[in-house]
């Protein structure tokens, strides 16, 4: 069965750093597209980075391109989202997500439907 726990969430000050971890088990993190999504209250998923079985290549939304950076360590069975210069905007709900592998285009990689295994959130609030 496979399960995903996030951790790293907190509060934080504009143009501060965090760090998420999402540590899996019943799969392996190197066969699985990984993704990072958000959520605010009232408001539609986002994917906001993804990462391809092996770790290669990394895919981002525009609006933390440059900022968070997407990695994993399959000895670990984890998968890290290093926030920097955190915005008010990124606060919210966030989400690790696991896709079964399969071919899939890098634009889909964001897209919520493409994921079958979730994790129960971390929530992030970032203060102006």
């Known amino acids: 069965q496979v399960q995903l726990v996030e951790s790293g969430g907190g509060s934080v000050q504009a143009g501060g750093s965090l760090r998420l971890s999402c540590v899996s088990s019943?799969?392996?993190?190197?066969?699985?597209?990984m993704g990072w999504f958000r959520q605010a209250p009232g408001k539609e998923r986002e994917g906001v980075a993804a990462i391809y079985p092996g770790g290669f290549p990394t895919y981002y939304s525009d609006s933390v391109k440059g900022r968070f950076t997407i990695s994993q360590d399959n000895a670990k069975n984890t998968v890290y989202l290093q926030m920097n210069s955190l915005k008010p905007e990124d606060t919210s709900m966030y989400y690790c997500?696991?896709?079964?592998?399969?071919?899939?285009?890098?634009?889909?990689?964001?897209?919520?439907?493409?994921?079958?295994?979730w994790g129960q959130g971390t929530q992030v609030t970032v203060s102006s």
């Open positions: 997500a696991a896709a079964s592998p399969g071919s899939r285009p890098l634009f889909r990689l964001l897209v919520p439907s493409e994921y079958a295994y």
């Open positions: 019943g799969y392996t993190t190197s066969r699985y597209y």
